[in-house]
């Protein structure tokens, strides 16, 4: 059995939207108070604050007389967000995440509920406080009765319900098929077969408009009713971008996982790689980091294998032809096609870089060093 979120949109009446905002400005007023008090606690005395101590600094700040506001939203949601800020706080000190932020008003709000903080019966789900259950669209049934539910309000204000199931996953049938994946920009995969897929390139695409929004939105006034109004706007408008990329990200893993027993894939260093002032929108596009995320945990729910080679592999440079392997010294990006000058080949580049990766893949697979990759020559 695994644990999988299944994620619904809803439509809240105007009494459990008044309730879910008192929740969530809650949440995150007790979120950045104790974060503030832990990070005094840290610059005087040099000492770290754990999830105990935090616990019964909310207690304290419950019991002041005026922060009773507080005990009218559900008490789960305030000790659930001293969880997260301690996975927060755990990740720094592992050195995988920067120092915990402040959370904003303006940006994604959430909180979550779990046991018996909240009902399920039927397709219902009644949160603490209100006494009608929350109108969601159910796009799928629930597989079973959910542990967790995490509710949000992203910057569109558009309400979503997370609901985390434990579910058996079953490993689909297996396949004969192998492939090679080479990420790019021009197309956002290509497959040692020689398939191309296309970009959309869905920033590209609403780039104007954006631009039109941003500028009306900066013109006005803060503060003002019409400077909330143009924010909402610039914000739809970036949710409909994310969700573009999104919905061609995931059909795009889910075709090659499908498909294939086994791909392989460079180890790319996205975050680095983002740093490049020239192709950081374009990369940042492309979703790269995404997708291979998705190629991870999507072939280990369905029994596939995703190989890694090392990412200072000449896969670009170096000739696919069987029995050759030269190896160019230089090849910039705009060179698209070349003819190797060993066995006189013509080559696309990524075509070629793709069959390269496989043909690396397949070494990795054969030796046993999954996830050790090949090292340039």
């Known amino acids: 059995m695994k644990k999988k979120a299944y994620k619904y949109r809803?439509?809240?009446?105007?009494?459990?939207?008044?309730?879910?905002?008192?929740?969530?400005?809650?949440?995150?007023?007790?979120?950045?108070?104790?974060?503030?008090?832990?990070?005094?606690v840290f610059y005087k005395d040099g000492t770290s604050v754990n999830y105990n101590a935090a616990s019964k600094m909310l207690t304290e700040l419950k019991k002041n007389p005026e922060f009773d506001w507080l005990k009218e939203v559900a008490s789960v949601a305030l000790q659930q967000s001293l969880r997260h800020q301690?996975?927060?706080?755990?990740?720094?000190?592992?050195k995988r995440t920067k120092y915990p932020t402040f959370k904003k008003k303006n940006h994604r709000q959430s909180f979550s509920l779990v046991g018996t903080a909240f009902r399920y019966r039927e397709n219902q789900i009644f949160i603490p406080k209100c006494k009608e259950p929350?109108?969601?669209?159910?796009?799928?049934?629930?597989?079973?009765?959910?542990?967790?539910?995490?509710?949000?309000?992203?910057?569109?204000?558009?309400?979503?319900?997370?609901?985390?199931?434990?579910?058996?996953?079953?490993?689909?049938?297996?396949?004969?098929?192998?492939?090679?994946?080479?990420?790019?920009?021009?197309?956002?995969y290509i497959t040692s077969d020689g398939f191309k897929s296309g970009n959309p390139r869905h920033f590209k695409?609403?780039?104007?408009?954006?631009?039109?929004?941003?500028?009306?939105?900066?013109?006005?006034?803060?503060?003002?009713?019409?400077?909330?109004?143009?924010?909402?706007?610039v914000a739809r408008l970036h949710a409909k971008i994310a969700?573009?990329?999104?919905?061609?990200?995931?059909?795009?893993?889910?075709?090659?996982?499908?498909?294939?027993?086994?791909?392989y894939v460079e180890n790319l260093a996205v975050k680095n790689m983002i740093k490049n002032p020239k192709l950081a929108k374009h990369i940042a596009d492309a979703n790269w980091g995404e997708m291979l995320r998705q190629l991870k945990y999507k072939g280990s729910w369905a029994g596939r294998e995703i190989v890694e080679i090392d990412r200072f592999f000449p896969s670009t440079k170096r000739c696919s032809e069987a029995g050759c392997g030269f190896i160019h010294d230089h090849l910039p990006l705009s060179v698209r096609h070349w003819t190797c000058p060993s066995c006189g080949t013509l080559h696309d580049r990524d075509i070629n870089a793709a069959k390269n990766i496989k043909t690396a893949g397949q070494a990795v697979l054969a030796s046993g060093a999954i996830g050790a990759g090949l090292k340039a020559a």
């Not at 439509?11 to 905002?21: I, K, S």
């Not at 049934?141 to 319900?161: G, M």
């Not at 939105?217 to 019409?226: E, F, V």
């Not at 969700?243 to 791909?263: C, G």
């Open 86 to 94: 301690q996975t927060a706080f755990t990740n720094f000190w592992d």
């Open 134 to 188: 929350l109108n969601i669209r159910w796009s799928q049934a629930l597989p079973s009765e959910p542990s967790t539910i995490v509710i949000s309000k992203d910057a569109a204000n558009r309400y979503f319900i997370s609901c985390l199931c434990e579910v058996e996953i079953k490993p689909m049938p297996i396949s004969a098929k192998q492939v090679g994946i080479d990420l790019g920009l021009t197309d956002l």
């Open 243 to 263: 969700d573009s990329r999104k919905d061609a990200t995931h059909k795009a893993t889910r075709r090659l996982i499908n498909e294939n027993q086994v791909v």
């Open 205 to 233: 695409k609403y780039q104007a408009k954006l631009a039109l929004l941003q500028r009306s939105l900066a013109r006005k006034k803060k503060g003002s009713n019409n400077r909330a109004k143009a924010r909402l706007k």
């Open 10 to 40: 809803f439509y809240p009446t105007d009494e459990q939207a008044l309730l879910l905002a008192k929740t969530f400005g809650c949440v995150r007023f007790v979120y950045n108070n104790i974060l503030q008090q832990r990070t005094d």
